[in-house]
């Protein structure tokens, strides 16, 4: 990407994007800018009252209208990825791009001491259902002349951090997941599958990780997504398997 980068307005009109984590932090940003720039946006979280308010303020704005499609991916069984693929053929028929981005954090913890139930729970939410998503959406992506699918990574999921436990597992699996399906996707389709590691940004999730840090510098969401709209949208055609940071 060349900074700045400096996008089309109209650089994703006629999309039709899914984002997780929708309801607030940098998946909620970045929807919205999706929307700005003329995708309609399907908003995937658990809390309906945030992804109303978002809602709203698409409509307002004046972009596209957007979907919202409440889903607990803790519990969904794949009857429920089943249905979300239904829903999304019915009323759009295809998908341009999805943006794997809702995680959980758990809890920093050493391995010994780790609970099981919430290791299965962290890996369910930011592993196995970013598999099952990409699994059950993949017939509406090979629809699109142009589609991009964005994972979300993370530090702790490139060099293993002590009590960093099942979320930086569950981030390495995700380069995995994310280099498997673009080697798996390049030859014979036009889906690009890359990945962005944001850093550091300020969040909830990031609150949670370091509660006593003076968080009063770091970028906020709306700072950092040129390198998402970039990935998501048609100028980064031919980018394939390749994680991009961000700071
Ligand atoms: N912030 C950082 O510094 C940082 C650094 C590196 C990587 N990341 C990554 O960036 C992504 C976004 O993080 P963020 O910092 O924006 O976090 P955040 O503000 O905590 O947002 C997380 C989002 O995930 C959704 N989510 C969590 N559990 C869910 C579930 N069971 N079902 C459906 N949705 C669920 C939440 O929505 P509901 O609660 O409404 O369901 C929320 O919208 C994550 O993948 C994170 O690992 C963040």
Redesign the pocket.
Known sequence: MIKPYIPAPTLLKGRVILV?????????EAAKLFAKYGASVILL???VK?LEILYDEIEQAGFPTPAIYP????NAAPKDYEDLYKNIETHFGKLDGLLH????LGTLTPIEHYTIEQWYQVLQ?NLNSAFLLTQATLPLLKRSEDASIVF?S?NEGFQGKAYWGAYGVSKFAIQGLMQTLANELEAHTAIRVNSI?????K????KNAYPAENNSSLPL?QDILSQYLYLIGPDSGGITGKNFDVA
């Open positions: 997780t984590g929708a309801s607030q932090g940098i998946g909620r979280a658990r809390t945030k889903m607990n991916l803790a981005n809702a995680a959980m939410v979300t993370a590691n944001p850093i550091k940004v969040t909830a999730l990031r969401p």
